[in-house]
């Protein structure tokens, strides 16, 4: 007996579902579309909330929107977004195609509210997913249990809330309260004084252990911030136009239809488009920050590369870090009061996807090319897989590059996949394959 039941669940109201949430509206019958659930765990709909700082901004074109590159006179565009809100005329001067990051979360927000089918719920945090089946054992659909302990079935699932967050391995010894993940950024500093003079260590060498390196100066101003990394030191990433090409959403056919050995090449050498780099504008303003800490001669603020963290541990109310210098192997040890993770987000699937793989007895979890999880049994539902198929769809999975056709092609996938429904008694023309759908006053669906 479940709490309630819709047609569709999307789990995560990220950029990825929300999306889709549109190409219901847009696509999709109106029943399918007003039977469909986004949830999301936050209490609001945000960008990136870890680091939703109000200077940084993205890498992607404001035309790479929800919807844009599928139907540019969507209502639910970026530039309509703009228009709606009285900012086009200031965007259209500001001369650049990449907006401020808390922009786009903002647009993402509106977008969310403009929704008139697809219902959205906030604070309804998805601890489980499990298969449901009938009486003679086949799959039929999905049983989905949130945090209060209600639960939500369902014949399609969609799962677009991201990766887990690394935590590598070495800082396990440490207590949470020392450790704070990029993710965690904003909220966590938030219950920092700003007077105390906290000895804080950056962990990573990519984007994000910058934006948090850089933030920390205005968030904790008294603070000695030091910054390890592997690396030899800070680089941009290596991106051009050549390689802006291989993410355009055409370039997921040739992908997706190449050898494993080809999609290691590319994987490979467009590791450095996306990942490993900073920004060339932050890291210029990072430079300027040094030399003028240096200038000063206050020396609050210093890079360490070629490190490894070999070990890290509780030591008298501090944790102390040993760093393996990778030059010379000597090791030696910095005794901080917090550590802060730019360590990105684990390669492998998410704890609940990988949970769910466990419960279906899959050896290995992928997809096809519509993003539908493989089975290794007929099933009269589907589970969609969003974001996390870098391995099979390319680099820009993970990204905003390609949100606007994964929606629709995760859409055409489901009403290829789905029977004929019957609602409330009306007959469609076509009656194959019919399943009857009850849809009460409440909205709530059973079959």
Same mark, same amino acid.
């Given at each position: ?23 219901? /509206? ?30 940084? #901004? ?5 035309? #790479? $929107? ?15 977004? &703009? ?25 993402? *927000? ?10 959205? /719920? ?7 997913? /499990? +298969? ?24 399609? &699932?969609?799962?677009?809330?991201? =990766? $887990? ?22 909220? @966590? ?7 105390? +003079? ?19 100066? $205005?968030?904790?101003?008294?603070? /000695? ?53 900073? %920004? ?21 603020? =210093? &890079? ?25 192997? %000597? ?10 993770? !730019? ?10 996807? =990988? ?12 997809? *096809? @090319? ?5 089975? $290794?049994? +007929? ?7 969003? !974001? ?15 949100? %606007? ?16 429904? #019957?609602?409330? !008694? ?20 059973? =079959?």
């Amino acid at each position: 007996m479940m709490d309630r039941e819709v047609e569709l669940l999307a789990i995560g109201a990220g950029p990825s579902n929300l999306a889709l949430a549109v190409a219901l /509206e847009e696509l999709a019958p109106d029943d399918l579309a007003r039977n469909s659930l986004v949830i999301e765990r936050a209490e609001a709909v945000q960008w990136q909330r870890g680091l939703l700082l109000p200077w940084t #901004k993205s890498q992607v074109s404001f035309l #790479k $929107d929800l919807v844009t590159r599928r139907n540019p006179r969507s209502r639910f565009s970026f530039l309509n977004y &703009l228009h709606s809100v009285g900012r086009l005329d200031d965007f259209i001067n500001m001369g650049s195609f990449t907006p401020y990051r808390i922009e786009i979360s903002d647009y993402l *927000n509106w977008v969310a509210d403009s929704l008139t089918k697809v219902r959205l /719920e906030l604070g309804q945090d998805c601890v489980s997913v /499990e +298969p449901r089946r009938d009486a003679s054992g086949s799959l039929n659909g999905w049983i989905t249990r949130l945090g209060d302990g209600s639960a939500i079935a369902s014949r399609y &699932l969609v799962f677009g809330a991201g =990766r $887990d967050p690394h935590i590598p391995a070495v800082f396990a010894g440490l207590p949470a309260s020392r450790l704070i993940h990029s993710t965690q950024y904003r909220p @966590r500093v938030a219950g920092l004084s700003r007077e105390l +003079p906290y000895r804080v260590a950056v962990i990573g060498s990519a984007q994000s252990a910058a934006e948090m390196f850089r933030a920390l100066q $205005d968030d904790l101003p008294n603070s /000695e911030v030091t910054w390890l990394m592997r690396a030899i030191g800070l680089s941009a990433y290596q991106t051009s136009k050549f390689t802006n090409e291989l993410y355009y959403p055409s370039f997921v056919d040739k992908f997706f239809e190449a050898r494993p050995e080809g999609r290691e090449q590319i994987l490979r050498e467009m590791h450095h488009t996306n990942y490993s780099g900073v %920004a060339p504008s932050l890291l210029e303003s990072l430079y300027s920050d040094l030399y003028t800490d240096r200038l000063a001669g206050l020396n609050r603020k =210093r &890079l360490i590369t070629m490190v490894d963290v070999a070990a890290a541990r509780e030591e008298a109310d501090e944790a102390v870090l040993e760093l393996a210098d990778r030059r010379t192997g %000597a090791v030696t040890r910095l005794h901080r009061d917090l550590i802060f993770l !730019g360590t990105g987000f684990a390669k492998q699937m998410p704890g609940i996807v =990988r949970g769910l793989g466990a419960a279906l007895g899959l050896a290995e979890i992928t997809v *096809n @090319r519509r993003y539908r999880l493989a089975l $290794d049994e +007929p099933s009269a539902a589907a589970c969609y897989l969003q !974001g996390v198929n870098e391995g099979t769809h390319g680099i820009a999975d993970t990204l905003l590059s390609v949100l %606007a056709d994964r929606a629709a092609d995760t859409v055409a996938d489901i009403l290829a996949h789905r029977p004929r429904v #019957k609602v409330n !008694g009306h007959r469609p023309a076509d009656s194959s394959a019919l399943v009857t759908v009850r849809v009460p006053a409440d909205g709530r669906v059973g =079959r």
